[in-house]
């Protein structure tokens, strides 16, 4: 190994045992289990090699992601079509923040559905991509000061989905029931503190 390349590798940089490429750090994904926390190889021959292996097994990745859809609907409270919609709605989200900064997200669920995690809009988060990568298959626990819980967000979501009246299922009645008693509190906690300035 000549002494340019030594230097690349103090300065941040790793050298892919695939394509044998001198790379940025930003280059490879997170692996938890080696010394500076990232793959052997680059992302690009990551790619290139989980494309040929389902290639070779295509049967195994359909009855993988069928496995998933099955425990993901299995684990699905209330409407499925509206978890669907807040799903794409987080999925959205993180493209046009993706376009501000450069910085790919992610969906998570806060509890994995590998641990028994619910597929709702309660169990979202945006991550970026290297920090879901390093959460993996855990769960995070209500407390864990990493969580990204956004109540706005996810008020503004079911308030989109009712006023699109895409379903009329009794969750769905039931949510636009607790939206409008909420507002409702809201109004009446402002109308009080007004009474209140005003003497």
Not at 7 to 32: E, Q
Not at 37 to 58: D, F, L, M, S, T
Request: net charge positive.
């Amino acid at each position: 190994m000549d002494a340019e390349v030594q230097k690349k590798l103090k300065d941040g940089y790793k050298r892919c045992s695939t394509c044998k490429r001198t790379k940025p750090l930003s280059d490879f994904n997170y692996r938890r289990d080696t010394p500076d926390n990232k793959q052997y190889h680059c992302a690009a021959c990551g790619i290139k090699r989980n494309a040929k292996y389902y290639a070779e097994r295509p049967q195994e990745a359909i009855d993988r992601r069928a496995a998933r859809d099955e425990r993901k609907a299995e684990q699905t409270p209330g409407c499925p079509a509206f978890a669907e919609y807040a799903y794409g709605f987080y999925k959205n989200e993180g493209k046009l923040l993706y376009l501000k900064d450069g910085i790919p997200r992610e969906v998570d669920h806060i509890v994995s559905i590998a641990d028994g995690g619910y597929h709702h809009i309660d169990n979202f988060q945006l991550l970026t991509k290297s920090e879901n990568r390093r959460k993996g298959a855990d769960s995070w626990s209500p407390d864990d000061p990493r969580l990204k819980p956004n109540k706005a967000f996810q008020e503004l979501i079911k308030r989109r989905w009712l006023q699109e009246d895409r379903c009329r299922c009794e969750h769905c009645q039931a949510m636009a029931r607790d939206i409008i008693e909420t507002r409702e509190r809201r109004r009446a906690r402002q109308r009080e503190r007004m009474e209140d300035r005003l003497g």
